[in-house]
């Protein structure tokens, strides 16, 4: 079954310090993973996409990773501002059908404390 | 440029009630889809249209009906709304069905008592 999992569920940290969010899926066959910001009362906004071939990309203070082998992702934050509390969204999408499909993980909820 | 613009933002319907919610996107995108939100879950998908004309069911589509009015505009209708379907619901577009990045609206939060 198709699944995407993320951990932990929720993580408050202070400002100024790092965070590591994981992502693990078993979505086949992969075509790429998403990494969305949801803050409260939005919809996700798209942070980075990463493709098979890819192992590490950043968007400023954020770095996403992906080992296509173990079907794991992680989004560090660097840094952290009060403006980092949000949701984080893990997406997967791959092709079933001639259609690209996405499978959403539930999220991790991050609180950023001054 | 607005992007996607829902409505209403908050509606509390009682079981049996009917409505209708609205999606506008002024960005060109052919994709548009609508998803549902609930606690401790990822989004699932209710419907979508890959392109003007089309519209295909997603993970969730038992309890609502869409319609692709034009290009710009995806409703999503309860016909007859229930407890279950008390969530935050979403729609989003894209350029095409294909690995693009979504592109949200704020978000419709409805209450069904």
């Known amino acids: 079954k198709n699944q995407v999992e993320q951990s932990p569920q929720s993580l408050i940290i202070l400002e100024g310090k790092n965070c590591t969010l994981q992502c693990n899926y078993t979505v086949s066959p992969f075509s790429n993973l998403r990494w969305y910001k949801q803050d409260t009362g939005r919809g996700p906004v798209s942070l980075t996409i990463m493709t098979f071939s890819e192992n590490t990309k950043s968007n400023g203070r954020y770095t996403a990773t992906l080992d296509a082998d173990t079907k794991q992702s992680s989004l560090h934050i660097t840094a952290s501002q009060l403006s980092d509390s949000a949701s984080y969204i893990c997406v997967v999408s791959f092709q079933s059908g001639g259609y690209n499909k996405l499978i959403f993980g539930a999220g991790t909820r991050l609180a950023v404390h001054p | 440029n607005a992007g996607v613009t829902q409505t209403p933002k908050f509606q509390v319907l009682k079981t049996g009630q009917s409505m209708t919610l609205q999606c506008a996107q002024d960005m060109n995108h052919n994709s548009m889809y609508w998803y549902r939100q609930d606690p401790g879950m990822g989004l699932r998908l209710i419907y979508y249209?890959?392109?003007?004309?089309?519209?295909d069911k997603g993970e969730v589509p038992n309890g609502y009906n869409v319609s692709r009015l034009n290009k710009r505009e995806f409703s999503l209708r309860l016909e007859s709304a229930a407890p279950s379907q008390t969530s935050v619901y979403f729609c989003a577009s894209r350029v095409l069905a294909t690995n693009e990045k979504l592109f949200f609206g704020s978000g419709t939060q409805l209450s069904v008592l």
């Open positions: 249209s890959a392109s003007e004309g089309t519209t």
